[in-house]
């Protein structure tokens, strides 16, 4: 590891500490929901400008731009240890950005505001912390530092079956990552054994000996945590019952960022620590994955609640990434990070849009929605233009991470590329289904006529722009993400 | 030039831009003018920058799209004879129909919708033609396919309408699912997606591979051009606004496919089995669609039915190696077809907005103009000798029999055939609409003149388009195919067989037209029966596709979800913790609240305990 | 020693086991207490006989100690069943199954 780059101004302290004084400063001003909202919407700008600030910082020749790292429990070997290289600093971008529309977008929330709102900063804190830990304890505190926020999101703001949904999605990511810390002790144990100095540094533990027995448990447990938040098939049933009842806000958190831990764990975590293991599962992931794409697509046709068909079309979008992930190459591999950001984006702004909906017309079912052009054609419109980017319309955000997938795919398993590409077909099917039943054909009367409001314009127009901008040149997120995913790629041994 | 070049196809995506955005704030004429305005200057750029176009061609790139690893995607132009002579016909097509939908939309209230998809339209389409690689094109071709689906369920009220563009959305995407796949394997066998560099390196490549690549671009140009088996979308298609049917649906985005595979000819050409099979699903789509525009009875729908036919003829073209032969089919198809779109919009209007040929009659009384214009554009559509439509059909059936060996002498049987009921099918529709009564019961309406004078300058391009590429036959220099480097192209027949094979068009085309005179003169009560149902509904492939294709689509993902989904996955999950809950429900009547069952409890557990030690020590 | 350690630990036994009986088996709350009594009274003795047996000063203390710890026990529980009569009006153990599960 090199010295720390970052002394001059600790940024990325501030950046996971700055969301956690947020909240605290929330929890006490429960008394008054104004200051809450402008505590928590401040706090959010800051961290999206520091989160743009680090774009300043230059990458060193490892590929870090910005490294932390100090003892923290010792007698444990346990150090706070931060890094940022251009991977991070997407998803810390992308978390603040997202983070900062789902606070204007609760802004009118009624019940418990400033409750609600020291939980969104929470929930930044632990995923911007996720995206950061370079110490497995440290990973894995702040793992399960976003369960919690996430867990009361669903169960107290959201809609009619939100118990279930939060207990089924708590039960589930729990058993995932119980999985994961028994791995991470005992080869924390093992390494300490081997080597005599007990440390749960991510680098240190890379050069752990493994028999490969042992190092395929260990690699289980790893995906377990992660396979889940992903979610891979078959353990994706949490999501489609968590985003269908999750409030406008926690649907964008899962969607547009949870989800992705799962994803940057497997490239930071799994893969460099078990490369064999790693090689050896990546035909069982591909076709979990491409089975995910054509089932959950499927699913998601036939669904009567549009959330709940945005709600699917998340589990086939992560199975392009994964999909890319497992075709192991740089343009595979760079592509499947932009399609992370890409659908982060485009399904969060397309849950705000059908949260727009349904605060309009009372209702997500496509039966009772339908010729909502005539009366709001703004929203309308924006919700076309989200549904074509989900869609991979070339030219907007999800097209170009799915081409790149698809040519990195198709340079190592020309048939896995070729099967994927069917998904394409797919997603058209399924996205125009709701389109039409959304907004074309007769007219449902919607009880509210107002077209966008103004903070409604606020939030659109930016994703709407993002959108676009991220199809049409997506090139400013593939020039950071070159260098590390190189550097991930052959550190870890595989062809 | 360049920027003259990037002028041409940034112009109309301005205009669409500002359309889409502003357009319903602006006052009302200015959108139209914006719109129209925007592809007009587009066109007179596009005439700027035609000098350019010759020899090498000019090259433009704007910027990088997204580059990671080896892969390298740029947005660049590339502007060729072939891309030049396909920019200015649909630029210089889609100028004369923006300026007749100015009048056909006059009082739509969602006119700026319209517009701006029209001008994204635009901008899509010259993105496919002056692409210089691939994925570019890719983008234009998803575009148009997008400005597509929105213009023809434009108007929305109607679910049809929305179902009818969804439907080409999808089925043309089928074809794209080919497309991409032919793009991802040109690149992982090339290393780039640059078209000119594939074309050059293309012999590299073994045969079989070739083949298969070759393919894959057909499938993808069958979607985008309505050929078989991908072809149920054009016909429903109508249900646009005529513009949009005259534009998109007639002169330029079905002949995209004809272009993607004149574009990628050096790859394509080098696979004979390929070619062959362009040849054979172009002639075979051609008849096909000239046996349902027979029994079509809406107006717009025979001419639908009558573009998927033509554009059959451009991929037999195509298929038979002549690609300045298919691209002069291209061009003068463009310009009749949209003057018959256009005047059939005409029409309908006459017509009190009455679709239906045989409600319709004695419409001549009511436009001389319009009669006239229609009847230019049918006389090109029927192959009448002279006009546009007869040289380009003519190169197209002599280049197949050229090629003598039983297949293509079959094909071009099949040619003259379909050639034959085009004729006849052609002057059906005119008699239908023009001699006679009228027999409906509608007023006419009136008919701006926006929507008549741009009609003209199509009907003689139409008409004198044959000079394009005037056979020597007739004393012509074959300009066309020595624009286009492609003086192969130019039949070097004995004359006395070129006499036979245009006096044998002449012959099918009187052979049509006197048919339909003596059954269609004199209008009988409408056909009904067994065959004309079955024309009707387009030999029937709709219910053919939805029962084998949508109904276990449908059947399969229904079973994913009640089967797999909420059956398998969450009943299994449910049924786990079903199973803890039940376990808790019977552990809960052990602590039924009494000391004594306690006691109870205790007192076993001792013994047991106790008993165990005892075993233990006796053993 | 007068009397052999079997005949007392058989005594003591019996003793035992009458008073879990009449814990296990009666309803009253004054008979359960009883039979804990007569429990403990049985520990007692088997303590006094083993003190006996061994000479060892040690289990006659704890016999003291235990004795000390009964009568407390017995009033704090006699309280409780009062209170308890009152508040339901029955002395049925039946009647408080409130930590039911």
Not at chain 1, 16 to 38: K, N, T
Not at chain 1, 131 to 142: I, Q, W
Not at chain 1, 259 to 273: D, E, S
Not at chain 2, 263 to 275: D, E, I, N, T
Request: aromatic share 12%; charged share 10%; with cysteine.
């Amino acid at each position: 590891m090199t010295a720390d780059i970052g002394t001059s101004l600790p940024l990325l302290s501030l950046l996971l500490w700055l969301p956690v004084a947020g909240a605290g400063l929330c929890f006490v001003s429960y008394r008054s929901a104004q200051l809450a909202r402008w505590v928590a919407l401040l706090t959010a700008l800051l961290v999206l400008l520091l989160s743009l600030g680090c774009l300043l910082c230059p990458a060193g020749p490892d590929g870090w731009m910005l490294l932390t790292d100090r003892p923290w429990i010792e007698a444990f070997g346990i150090r706070y240890s931060l890094g940022m290289d251009g991977i991070s600093l997407l998803l810390v971008i992308l978390t603040a950005f997202l983070q900062l529309v789902a606070v204007l977008i609760s802004w009118d929330q009624e019940k418990y505001p400033a409750l609600l709102f020291g939980l969104l900063l929470l929930l930044e804190a632990g995923i911007i912390g996720v995206f950061l830990a370079l110490d497995l304890v440290l990973f894995y505190l702040l793992w399960e530092l976003m369960l919690i926020p996430t867990f009361f999101l669903i169960g107290i703001w959201g809609y009619r079956r939100r118990v279930y949904a939060a207990v089924k999605f708590f039960l589930f990511t729990l058993s995932g990552s119980l999985c994961m810390l028994l791995a991470i002790i005992s080869l924390y144990l093992v390494h300490g054994e081997q080597t005599g100095s007990y440390t749960f540094a991510l680098e240190a533990l890379k050069q752990t000996q493994l028999g490969f027995g042992q190092e395929m448990l260990f690699y289980l447990c790893f995906m377990a945590a992660f396979a889940v938040k992903i979610p891979l098939f078959p353990f994706h049933s949490w999501l489609p019952d968590a985003h269908t009842e999750a409030p406008v806000a926690g649907s964008i958190d899962l969607a547009g960022l949870l989800l992705k831990t799962g994803v940057y764990g497997m490239i930071r975590f799994a893969f460099p620590l078990f490369p064999r293991a790693a090689e050896q599962s990546l035909p069982v992931l591909a076709v979990l994955a491409l089975f995910g794409i054509f089932y959950a697509a499927w699913i998601a046709y036939l669904q009567t609640d549009i959330k709940r068909i945005v709600a699917y079309s998340s589990i086939s979008h992560l199975g392009f990434v994964v999909l890319g992930l497992v075709a192991w190459g740089q343009t595979a591999w760079e592509g499947s990070l932009l399609l992370m950001v890409n659908h982060g984006v485009t399904t969060g702004a397309l849950f705000i849009a059908i949260a727009f909906i349904q605060k309009r017309t009372g209702t997500r079912e496509l039966p009772k929605l339908g010729g909502l052009w005539k009366s709001q054609p703004n929203l309308s419109a924006f919700f076309l233009l989200f549904s074509l980017a989900s869609l991979g319309l070339p030219g907007l955000a999800n097209f170009a991470g799915e081409i790149l997938v698809l040519i990195g795919t198709f340079g190592s398993h020309p048939l896995w590329a070729v099967i994927a590409v069917g998904g394409v077909l797919f997603s058209a099917v399924y996205t125009l289904r709701m389109v039409q039943g959304t907004i074309w054909g007769p007219s449902c009367e919607p009880f509210d006529r107002q077209d966008l409001g103004r903070r409604e314009w606020l939030v659109l127009i930016p994703l709407a722009v993002l959108v676009v901008l991220l199809g049409c040149y997506p090139q400013p997120l593939l020039d950071p993400l070159q260098l590390p995913v190189s550097l991930l790629l052959h550190s870890g041994g595989l062809p | 030039m360049a920027v003259l070049l990037t002028l041409t196809l940034l112009l109309p995506l301005a205009g669409g831009i500002i359309n889409a955005c502003f357009g319903n704030r602006l006052p009302r004429p200015v959108p139209v003018i914006i719109a129209c305005g925007s592809v007009i200057a587009s066109f007179l750029a596009c005439l700027g920058a035609l000098p350019g176009a010759g020899g090498e061609g000019l090259r433009v790139t704007l910027f990088s799209w997204m580059s990671s690893g080896t892969f390298q995607a740029d947005i660049g132009l590339l502007f060729d004879p072939l891309a030049a002579i396909m920019t200015l016909m649909v630029t210089g097509v889609a100028s004369l129909i923006h300026l007749y939908a100015a009048g056909y939309m006059e009082e739509d209230p969602d006119q700026t919708r319209f517009f701006a998809l029209l001008n994204l339209f635009v901008f899509a389409m010259l993105t496919i033609v002056l692409a210089d690689n691939l994925l570019l094109m890719f983008l234009g071709w998803e575009g148009v396919g997008f400005c597509s689906y929105g213009l023809i369920g434009f108007w929305y009220r109607q679910s049809e309408n929305a179902e009818a563009g969804r439907k080409a959305f999808i089925v043309t995407r089928i074809g794209d699912l080919f497309f991409t796949v032919g793009l991802l394997w040109l690149f992982k066998l090339f290393g780039t997606i640059g078209i000119e560099a594939i074309n050059g390196r293309a012999t590299e490549l073994d045969p079989l591979t070739v083949t298969l690549v070759a393919l894959l671009l057909l499938g993808g140009a069958c979607g985008k051009s309505a050929q078989l088996p991908l072809m149920t979308w054009l016909p429903d298609a109508m249900a646009g606004p005529t513009p949009v049917s005259a534009l998109i649906h007639a002169a330029t985005m079905v002949t995209a496919g004809v272009y993607l595979l004149c574009r990628m000819f050096p790859l394509v050409s080098l696979s004979p089995l390929a070619l062959g099979a362009i040849a054979l699903i172009g002639v075979l789509t051609a008849l096909y669609a000239a046996t349902c525009a027979l029994g079509q009875r809406e107006i717009k729908r025979v001419l639908a039915y009558s573009t998927m036919s033509q554009v059959g003829y451009m991929f037999l073209a195509v298929g038979v190696g002549s690609v300045s032969a298919a691209m002069f089919h291209l061009l003068t198809h463009a310009f009749f077809k949209a003057l018959l779109f256009m005047a059939a919009g005409c029409v309908i209007n006459l017509a009190g907005h009455e679709n239906d040929i045989y409600l319709m009659g004695g419409m001549r009384r009511r436009s001389q103009t319009v009669f006239w214009l229609f009847l230019a554009g049918l006389v090109c559509l029927a192959g009448a000798p002279l006009t546009g439509g007869f040289f380009s059909k003519d190169m197209i059936l002599a280049a197949a029999y050229a090629k003598g060996s039983p297949f293509y002498l079959t094909i071009y049987g099949l040619g003259v055939a379909t050639a034959a009921l085009t004729s006849f099918y052609s002057f059906k529709l005119g008699y239908l609409v023009f001699a006679g009564d009228y027999r409906g019961e509608e007023l006419p309406h009136e008919l701006p003149g926006l929507m008549t004078w741009p009609l003209v300058p199509l009907a003689v391009l139409g008409l004198f388009g044959g000079l394009l590429n005037l056979p020597h036959l007739f004393g012509g220099h074959s300009w066309l195919s020595a624009w286009l480097v492609r003086q192969g192209d130019v039949l070097d027949l004995p004359v006395a067989v070129e006499y036979r094979l245009t006096g044998l068009a002449i012959a099918v085309f009187v052979l049509g037209w006197l048919l339909a005179h003596l059954r269609y003169y004199r209008f009988k009560a409408r056909e009904s029966g067994v065959l004309s149902e079955f024309l009707l509904a387009g030999w029937r492939f709709d219910g053919l596709y939805r029962r084998l294709l949508i109904r276990p689509f449908n059947g399969f993902g229904r079973f994913c979800w009640q089967g797999l989904e909420e059956g398998l996955v969450n009943g299994l999950l449910d049924g786990m913790a079903a199973t803890f809950v039940s376990w808790g429900q019977s552990l809960r009547l052990l602590a039924n609240g009494r000391i004594s069952s306690y006691l109870q409890g205790f007192i076993w557990g001792l013994l047991i305990i106790v008993g165990w030690f005892l075993l233990r020590a006796v053993a | 020693m007068i009397v052999p350690i079997e005949h007392l630990l058989v005594i003591s036994t019996i003793l035992f086991v009458l008073g879990l009986a009449c814990v296990i088996v009666r309803r009253s709350l004054i008979m359960i207490l009883i039979g804990a009594e007569i429990m403990l009274n049985a520990v007692g003795l088997t303590l006094v006989g083993a003190a006996a047996f061994w000479q060892r000063i040690d289990a006659q203390i704890m016999v003291i100690f235990l004795m000390a710890m009964t009568s407390a026990e017995v009033s704090i529980s006699l309280a409780m069943v009062v209170y308890l009569q009152r508040r339901k009006n029955s002395i049925d153990v039946r009647a408080f199954d409130e930590m039911r599960g």
